[in-house]
């Protein structure tokens, strides 16, 4: 327990209490400054009269404190609910931020993707336009050679024309050789007839 002597609008007094020396002497030059405040006011006042008025006026400021205090007390109850739903606020905003990162990446390695997709199908759709170019290129090359061909086969229809024609005067002139050889073994047969003839009468 601590004591200390103190003087209360020129009154000594002795206190004892927990708290420490210099806290006691603040508590007393407090209680001692409003009465000093009050006997202003109140100049014809006795101690008593002062001093209950001082406890008055003490316990109502300390009421107010302690109103003040529960106010503060609020606020501060109110600041940390705040503060946990911000920092709830935070943590969601940071997950939604992750989140965001993690799509944005799968849209950026899915771009990536198309991208090589695309170019792979550009590489093979050029590829394609080369190899139907070349095959256009060969499907003229075999209608030339095509008409070519066409044109060579009608020569030699001409020709196979005039070919058959000859051969059809060689067969007719055959004809009229072997009919002129017929009637040459006919007529020689009648020669030998009347030369037969001729011999026997001569003998």
């Known amino acids: 327990m601590e004591k200390l002597s103190v003087k209360i609008y020129g009154q000594e007094y002795t206190i004892t209490g927990d708290r420490p020396q210099p806290y006691m002497a603040r508590v007393a030059a407090y209680v001692d400054e409003k009465m000093k405040q009050l006997s202003g006011v109140l100049p014809n006042g006795s101690i008593s009269e002062l001093a209950s008025l001082a406890a008055v006026n003490i316990a109502d400021e300390l009421f107010a404190n ?98 058959s024609e000859q051969l059809r005067e060689l067969e007719a002139k055959s004809r009229e050789i072997e009919s002129g050889f017929f009637d040459l073994q006919m007529e020689n047969i009648q020669l030998k007839g009347e030369l037969d003839r001729y011999r026997r009468m001569v003998e």
């Open 66 to 163: 302690e109103n003040s205090a529960d106010e503060i007390k609020n606020r501060n109850e109110q600041l940390e609910n705040d503060t946990q739903h911000y920092i709830s606020l935070w943590e969601e905003a940071k997950k939604s931020f992750l989140l965001y990162k993690e799509e944005s990446q799968t849209l950026r390695n899915e771009k990536e993707e198309l991208q090589n997709r695309f170019e792979a199908a550009r590489a093979e759709a050029e590829r394609l336009s080369s190899l139907t170019y070349a095959l256009e290129e060969r499907v003229k090359a075999l209608e030339s050679e095509k008409d070519g061909l066409l044109d060579a086969s009608r020569t030699r229809e001409i020709e196979r024309d005039g070919l």
